[in-house]
């Protein structure tokens, strides 16, 4: 026979029985503990979700309704131009901010005035650059038609108050 005996160093990581106890034992145990802390983690009842909270106002919000129904009269007596311009437009249009034209700004105006009052109208309900849409707020289209004629015509035009349509 022949002698090709190999000898080679197999060695690992275990050397003696004391770590081959220790290393079966942490196998065994660690997995236990962190199953435990998982557990212990999911069931706790102090851990609400992160920006939420338990407070009836709180849960009261969340679950809010998306839209609401606003009900209002329709045979109720509509504002003046004046009236809607005091309450809706003159935050901006009186000061100018956010680019605003002022009120009786005849320069200012004199563009927008060219393009007529159908122009002027659709802007003033859906909005335009900074200002936002007045339609659907807190006034009847027709009242803000008639704060949009207030105003141009102190800017010198001569737009008649828009009526409200018949019915027929």
């Known amino acids: 026979m022949s002698d090709n005996h190999h000898e080679e160093d197999h060695t690992g990581p275990v050397k003696t029985p004391k770590q081959f106890l220790m290393m079966v034992g942490y196998s065994f145990v660690l997995p236990i503990f962190i199953i435990i802390g998982l557990v212990y983690f999911v069931t706790t009842d102090n851990m609400p979700q992160a920006g939420s909270s338990t407070s009836p106002e709180a849960i009261a919000t969340?679950?809010?309704?998306?839209?609401?129904?606003?009900?209002?009269?329709?045979?109720?007596?509509?504002?003046?131009?004046?009236?809607?311009f005091k309450a809706q437009c003159a935050a901006c249009h009186v000061s100018g901010a956010a680019g605003a034209p002022k009120v009786g700004d005849k320069a200012a105006w004199a563009p927008r005035l060219g393009k007529g009052y159908d122009a002027l109208l659709t802007s003033a309900l859906k909005g335009k650059g900074a200002m936002g849409a007045q339609g659907g707020g807190d006034f009847d289209d027709l009242e803000i038609g008639r704060a949009v004629v207030y105003m141009a015509n102190e800017a010198g035009a001569k737009f008649t108050d828009p009526k409200k349509a018949e019915a027929k």
Do not use: P, T, Y
């Open 62 to 84: 969340r679950i809010q309704k998306v839209g609401s129904v606003e009900i209002r009269d329709a045979n109720r007596e509509l504002k003046a131009g004046v009236e809607v």
